[in-house]
Each structure stands twice: as structure tokens, then as C-alpha cells.
């Protein structure tokens, strides 16, 4: 009985190499201000946040690319620390009435946030892109079928 010969991997030559990408503050500046990551040319988002498929100038694929719940984070975090201090100074200096705090910080809050996502998730993109992007765009796997009634899990015989 004899085994087949071994096969040694060869790269694909035909492939054209990659362009290197820029550097990482690069991307996220490109992103923050809704210019592709790779190219500076083409636009990030099609709406408000809504991501463009790709870039229409480099045909970079933003289609895999899955910021969930970065962006609202960082956007809450930068936020916060920059509104609390002046809170808590006011607070301590004239002590005014707690629907007056409400009615000042609340909107000034909800103003900042809304201004800042935006570029936030640009960048956070281009993050990704550098990075490389995460997820396959594959749908979720269907769940296994449910059992039968008595059956355990995993039988190991
Ligand atoms: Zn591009």
C-alpha cells in the first residue's frame, strides 16, 4: 500500500499584492470626518450611520464591518467626563435648583452625544479596517432541532 506524495502549498501568484494601508491615526481621522479609511476619497456612511456597502473610489468592503455597541460607548464615556466636572462645579459654586440642572444638562447631554456619534463610529471603523475586519456576513447558524422527550443531550455510548 502505498501513500500519495506529499503536496507542498504554493502561494497563489496570480493574486495582485495588497497595497499596504495607511497608518492607524490616519484611519481614524479618515473615518471620523466620513472619508474611507483606505483611499480618503469615497464616503463611510449613506445616511446619518447607516454604512455604505463600500468605497465607490477604492472598492474597500465595508459591508463585513460591525461597529454594535463601540461607537455609543466611547461616545457616553468621552461625554460623561466632560460634562460631569462642570456639573459638579456649578453644583458646588451656586447650588441651583434641581429642575434647573435637569433642564440645562439633559438637552446639552443629548446634544453632545448625538453630535459626537457620528464621527466617533467613522472612526471606530477605520479602526476596524486597520485592524481587519471581524464577522463573516454569514447568517447565524440555525439552532439545533429540539430533542426528542427522555433523550439526553450527549449520548456517549
Ligand atoms: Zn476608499
Known sequence: MSTPPLRQ????????PRAPLPPFLTMLRRGAVNRCPVCGK????NGFLTLATG????GTDFSHLR???APPYIVIFIAG???????FWV?????PPMWLHMVIWLPLFAIICTLMLRPVKGAVLGWMVRLGPVG?????????????AGTKPDSHA
Open 91 to 95: 453644583e458646588k459654586a451656586w447650588m
Open 136 to 148: 463573516d456576513g454569514a447568517p447565524f447558524p440555525e439552532p439545533a432541532p429540539p430533542r426528542p
Open 55 to 58: 468605497c465607490p473610489e477604492c
Open 42 to 45: 469615497g464616503k463611510v456612511f
Open 67 to 69: 461597529a454594535d455597541d
Open 9 to 16: 502549498w504554493q502561494p497563489d501568484r496570480e493574486a495582485t
Open 81 to 87: 467626563h466632560v460634562l460631569l466636572p462642570p456639573i
